[in-house]
């Protein structure tokens, strides 16, 4: 089992919808990351959370340290929207910490 | 300038030939970072440097030879690759390791042939 498990792994939605995407993860953790990789490889790091929730623009970010799971939502999604989002925890607060990464959400919204 | 660079864009490779991947930030940043990316799977994590001195090799094979000159830059030198090691190498940097997030730069494509 993974540290960090995304779901769900492929994501298909027309332009408007509301989406959500999972992270959970197994570890304790000091932040988790949201990130977005366009076709050609470019990451964008989107939010980083500690706690609590998070909003830019059309998408917001919540994490619930107790259950050890976090969402991105997307609202009024559009084509631009697609990409890969990407989730990764980071495991201490030290000088040795290091990202831990799930294995992604391929998100394709049509027109 | 809050963003990371990285030259080239894509690389074609023979097994035998000596090649360098560069990377640069000018956000003040002391911690940088090589990861390599196969095709649909997550970033995997080769080097880090903080302080310009090599904290982490994550037992990456010594084909692959970083160096990082100065707080701003960061290479990958390539020696007698693989076909395997075909992936797209992604650099990042960070105010310092494990404290804040990392940026990330659009990567390099390299094909071994």
């Known amino acids: 089992k993974n540290e960090v498990e995304q779901s769900p792994q492929n994501l298909t939605a027309q332009e408007g919808e509301f989406i959500t995407i999972n992270c959970s993860y197994s570890?304790?953790?000091?932040?988790l990351h949201w990130l977005q990789q366009h076709p050609g490889g470019g990451i964008v790091s989107l939010f980083m959370?500690?706690?609590g929730k998070k909003k830019h623009g059309r998408l917001i970010a919540t994490i619930n340290i107790q259950e050890k799971h976090s969402s991105l939502h997307i609202t009024a999604s559009h084509p631009r929207d697609s990409a890969v989002y990407i989730c990764?925890?980071?495991?201490?607060?030290?000088?040795?910490?290091?990202?831990?990464f799930g294995e992604g959400t391929q998100l394709t919204v049509n027109p | 300038d809050t963003e990371v660079t990285q030259t080239p864009k894509h690389l074609v490779m023979g097994m035998t030939n000596k090649k360098s991947l560069k990377c640069e930030q000018h956000m003040g940043h002391r911690a940088m970072y090589w990861y390599k990316q196969k095709a649909k799977k997550p970033p995997e994590l080769m080097f880090v440097?903080?302080?310009?001195?090599?904290?982490i090799n994550e037992s990456v094979p010594s084909r692959f030879s970083p160096e990082c000159p100065n707080s701003s830059l960061l290479n990958l030198h390539l020696h007698a690759l693989q076909p395997e090691d075909s992936a797209l190498y992604l650099c990042?940097?960070?105010?310092?390791?494990?404290?804040?997030?990392?940026?990330f730069g659009p990567g390099t494509r390299l094909t071994v042939l």
């Open positions: 570890v304790g953790i000091s932040a």
């Open positions: 990042a940097s960070s105010q310092d390791w494990g404290l804040l997030g990392q940026f």
């Open positions: 990764a925890v980071r495991s201490g607060e030290t000088s040795g910490s290091r990202l831990t």
């Open positions: 440097y903080s302080y310009e001195k090599l904290s």
């Open positions: 959370l500690s706690s």
